[in-house]
């Protein structure tokens, strides 16, 4: 069910039950639920998310229309990275079974959901995009699992996340820009030594911080041919291609990550 996210600006409300969703947010729902198509994913059969069809006329759309206040339209596609931390997340439930789960850069939810349906005791899908958090509501509802979508921007020191109130931290391909490279390394860094487990998936970015990891499995990912993600189908159905994308754990230090490559 799509509810009020008190971290897209709006103020919390006495009673949520009983006032009617704001014009703006449903504009958003509406946007998203115009603009996509429930997807079958490859890779992950378990799982259908909304994807949209083109990703540079669906973010001209969005730049062009004010009110819809989001950025580069990730959420509406399943990234290879994210594709393979869900499946690897699915064939180990165990990794999240009875845990509190935190997916960041959640985009679509996918990875997030994938941790529901392993048997996760509580899920939180996180992304500043507040488009992405519309779309997480939409897709783990259309998967019929719970997840707690949330639109605050975890990754300064001084947000006021607690990573102790998490058990787990999953991670789909958040290493693709320099910037931000940088402070997901920080947040993560945070995250483990604070006793989480922290997973990363990455189709091999640059700034994707090596020297902090330790590789748990390699996969070759279908993708939409002559892209990173699946797309929606276009009228021809779907043609894919095999990406290769990998699932790293996160060390509490460089130290400890170059010991069990040794």
């Known amino acids: 069910m799509l509810q009020r996210d008190r971290s897209l600006g709006e103020p919390e409300p006495q009673d949520v039950a009983s006032q009617e969703l704001p014009p703006w947010l449903i504009a958003m ?3 998203v639920l115009a603009e996509t198509t429930p997807t079958p994913l490859p890779h992950v059969p378990e799982i259908t998310l909304r994807l949209a069809r ?77 488009l992405a958090v ?3 509501s939409l897709n783990a509802d259309a998967n019929g699992v ?12 001084d947000s006021g996340f607690d990573p102790a109130c998490v058990d787990v931290v999953l991670v789909g391909d958040v290493f693709y820009d320099h910037d931000l490279a940088g402070r997901a390394v920080a947040f993560l860094a945070r995250c483990r030594a604070a ?20 590789k748990i499995s390699d996969q070759s990912v279908p993708v939409t041919r002559d892209c ?15 990406r290769p994308a990998s699932v790293w754990a996160f060390a509490k230090s460089a130290d400890n990550a170059n010991a069990h490559k040794r």
């Open 29 to 31: 729902a509406e946007f």
């Open 54 to 130: 083109e990703s540079v006329p669906l973010w001209d759309k969005i730049e062009r229309n004010r009110a819809l206040r989001g950025g580069p339209p990730y959420w509406g596609f399943a990234w290879a990275a994210g594709l393979a931390l869900a499946r690897h997340v699915l064939d180990h439930p165990r990794l999240v079974a009875g845990r509190r789960v935190l997916d960041l850069a959640s985009g679509s939810g996918l990875v997030g959901i994938a941790a529901a349906k392993s048997g996760a005791a509580h899920v939180i899908a996180n992304d500043v995009d507040p």
């Open 134 to 136: 519309i779309a997480i």
């Open 146 to 157: 719970a997840v707690e979508a949330s639109g605050a921007d975890l990754l300064p020191s």
């Open 195 to 214: 006793g989480c487990l922290v997973l990363v998936g990455d189709p091999g970015r640059a700034d994707l911080p090596i020297g902090r990891l330790t």
């Open 228 to 242: 990173q993600n699946v797309a929606a189908a276009g009228p021809q159905g779907a043609d894919y291609d095999l």
